[in-house]
């Protein structure tokens, strides 16, 4: 499967996010490459449990940053973070059942995490970076 590598249009300009994006996508790519060398249906829990706390703990830092500078499209971004991290549950669950191979929530999570920041990333970088430059 093919890996998503940061590139300067992904950049939203305010570093710190930048950055958490960054290990985001490493996070991401190391989810492939476990199932490249691994050939199972499933992932291990582990790695997936891995990526959902460093989501959660990224998705917080973006969340009081629009907190605090009173984005107007806060609950719309914070829809998407809650949707994101319910369907990787439910890919995992479906899994563990048998129901869902891991290849789809791998392709889930590459097109959601290019959507994600060029969409509502972008739009919330647009409007932090007047505060946070």
């Given at each position: 499967?093919?890996?998503?590598m940061?590139?300067?249009?992904?950049?939203?300009?305010?570093?710190?996010?930048d950055?958490q994006?960054?290990?985001?996508?490493?996070?991401?790519?190391?989810?492939?490459?476990?199932?490249?060398?691994?050939?199972?249906a499933?992932?291990?829990?582990?790695?997936i449990?891995?990526?959902?706390?460093?989501?959660?703990?990224?998705?917080?830092v973006?969340?009081?940053?629009m907190?605090?500078?009173?984005?107007?499209?806060y609950?719309?971004?914070?829809?998407?973070?809650?949707h994101?991290?319910?369907?990787?549950?439910?890919?995992?669950?479906a899994?563990?059942?048998?129901?869902?191979?891991?290849?789809?929530?791998?392709?889930?999570?590459?097109?959601?995490?290019?959507?994600?920041l060029?969409?509502v990333?972008?739009?919330?970088?647009?409007?932090?970076?007047?505060y946070?430059?």
């Amino acid at each position: 499967m093919a890996r998503l590598m940061w590139t300067d249009s992904f950049a939203l300009g305010i570093t710190s996010i930048d950055e958490q994006h960054k290990r985001f996508l490493d996070a991401l790519n190391e989810l492939l490459d476990a199932q490249d060398a691994s050939g199972q249906a499933c992932l291990a829990s582990t790695l997936i449990d891995r990526l959902k706390a460093y989501a959660a703990e990224h998705f917080h830092v973006e969340e009081g940053y629009m907190q605090a500078f009173a984005y107007p499209g806060y609950e719309e971004h914070l829809m998407e973070h809650e949707h994101f991290l319910d369907t990787v549950r439910h890919f995992e669950d479906a899994c563990a059942n048998g129901g869902v191979e891991s290849a789809k929530l791998l392709d889930y999570l590459l097109n959601w995490m290019a959507q994600h920041l060029t969409g509502v990333d972008r739009q919330m970088g647009r409007y932090l970076e007047e505060y946070l430059r």
